[in-house]
């Protein structure tokens, strides 16, 4: 049973605080992960996509992700309150023919 | 920017009757998927579909589902009887490759009553 796991939260920051999100993941084949921001009542929208081990930033967004911990993270920079809202990981099937995603980490940033 | 495009937005049926909601993807991608996700919760993986089969399918994804591409660009998910537990928000996605992103559609909120 392929499982992502993230803390539901809520994380509540202030604006202009960094928020940490987390997310661990069971399959140790996968290889690619994903994170994506989702409005109440919207789609997920792709953030950033991480592939190898290390850091990856896009503006205020860096995603973090260690193979060997199964862990991947998402450090947002700067928050605004336009920035809540749930963040969903997600991970590639060792097979390739799915993603795989957690229940999500709403994020609040007050003002 | 190239989009996923659900049809209808909402769709209302009785239990037990046959539904079906339509996609269409991304012209240039080959990979299709439907998730679905009951309200308040995960978002939940359905079914892929690549070169005209499935590649995968999830426990969620029994007889009472299937899917179609009927011509070169739509891809239809079918529920043959619903239930009130098919209530949920059903999202259409697509990609270019294994491994890349996916792009999702609006959704289309199914109200099983």
């Known amino acids: 049973q392929k499982e992502v796991e993230q803390n539901s939260g809520p994380l509540s920051v202030p604006e202009g605080a960094i928020a940490s999100l987390n997310c661990t993941y069971s399959?140790?084949?996968?290889?690619?992960f994903f994170w994506y921001r989702q409005y109440s009542g919207k789609s997920p929208e792709l953030i950033m996509s991480?592939?190898?081990?290390g850091d990856k930033e896009d503006g205020r967004f860096t995603a973090q992700l260690n193979k060997a911990s199964q862990y991947v993270s998402l450090l947002i920079r700067d928050s605004q309150p336009s920035d809540s809202a749930t963040y969903l990981c997600?991970?590639?099937?060792?097979?390739?023919?799915?993603?795989?995603f957690g229940k999500g980490t709403t994020l609040s940033v007050s003002s | 920017e190239p989009e996923v495009t659900q049809t209808p937005s909402h769709q209302v049926t009785q239990m037990g009757q046959e539904v079906i909601l339509r996609c269409v993807p991304i012209?240039?991608?080959?990979?299709f998927y439907w998730y679905r996700q009951i309200l308040g919760q995960k978002v939940e993986f359905l079914v892929s579909?690549?070169?005209?089969?499935?590649?995968?399918k999830s426990e969620i994804f029994d007889d009472q589902f299937s899917v179609e591409r009927p011509d070169g660009s739509n891809f239809t998910l079918k529920i043959r009887s619903t239930k009130l537990e098919d209530s949920a928000m059903y999202f259409c996605?697509?990609?270019?490759?294994?491994?890349?992103?996916?792009?999702f559609g609006n959704g289309t909120r199914l109200t099983v009553t």
């Open positions: 997600a991970v590639e099937s060792q097979a390739g023919t799915a993603l795989i």
């Open positions: 399959d140790r084949g996968s290889q690619s």
């Open positions: 991480i592939y190898s081990n």
């Open positions: 996605a697509s990609r270019d490759g294994m491994n890349s992103p996916l792009h």
């Open positions: 012209s240039n991608h080959l990979y």
């Open positions: 579909f690549y070169n005209n089969e499935i590649s995968e």
